[in-house]
């Protein structure tokens, strides 16, 4: 059960401490007080595991401090949708509102390798009104002797350089807790000039220790790739994990799956699946088409699989959209082959926004 306490209710007040003597009653039922910040308050909601049976309902919407509760019927409880649920499927970060009916691109650079590539991408960027990027900084590679990422040695120009071209948002990859300290340094050394979105690649899905700090701390949004290789519920549960230490400004992102049945692409797209995300949980649900697709093989109507696949994930109702560019791929350290070119920025977000006016329109269409 989930009791979400009124906006000035809080562990500390009276109210709280009433329901905490009523729920000594009960043996087995253990409280989790989370603090949500929302965009114009911070919301406590206290959740109750154990023998939740036990409990009434309607007694417990009746304590004073308590402005709704919620049975939670189905798994994933905290990010997941219950019967009767009004908690939000939005949050907002550094200026940008990230939410299950709207839609943020993150193109950037899949490795950071230079400033000269940073800044050329984030030039363009700015020049096309983005305020997003993705730009990889500790890079998971398969081989110990691939490059594995500039590491923080990169976040002072890589930071610097977004507060200049007016990005508000950097996905970065993280792949050991340690980051989020090296991340937080850094930023604080450029004088806090853009914002950062922990990612978490498909690699360390179930890393459930790197998840656990990453989820104690709440200054940093997160997206989760989907597991290449587990169920989707194991990839949920994952997300789960963020969020039951404390940290809901979780988007899940679906990225392909391996398995030789997707070749050509380097991954079977799994882009069906974005609906599904959707109805089970209050996650914004992200789809990364470079992962997926690999490379820049074109059909005979001339348009890339990549951007077949970019608009395949926007039509389903995609938030966000993950994918790489590069102002010289055959210069890139890391995934070139599936980088697109800066001159193809321009019809890249048009085709977004062709996509996300059908997907708009195919909503109304449906409109009870
Ligand atoms: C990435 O986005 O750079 C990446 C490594 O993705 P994934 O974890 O999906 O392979
Ligand atoms: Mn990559």
Known sequence: MILILKPNIDAESREFQRIAEHLKNFQNIEMRVHRVHGAEQILTEVYLIGNTAALSLDEMRSFPGVEHAVRVSEEYRVLGRHKDDSRPNFFHYNGVEFSQDNLNVFAGLCAVDSPESVEAMMKALQEHGQVCTRMGAYKPRTSPYSFQGHGKNCLPYVFELAGKYGIRVIAMEITHESHIDEIREALKQTGDSTGVMLQIGTRNTQNFELLKSVGRQQEFPVLL?????????????????????????????LRGMKTNIGDPHRNMVDFAHIPVVKRLTRMPVCGDPSHSVGGRGRSSDNILDIMHVTAQAIVAGANMILVDFHPDPSKALVDGPQALRMNELSRFLEDVALVREAYEKRVALWKE
Not at 226 to 246: C, N, P, V
């Open 225 to 253: 790739k989907r597991g290449f290789g587990i169920t989707l519920d194991e990839s949920l549960h994952a997300a789960e994990y963020l969020a039951s230490e404390g940290n809901q400004k979780v988007i899940f992102a």
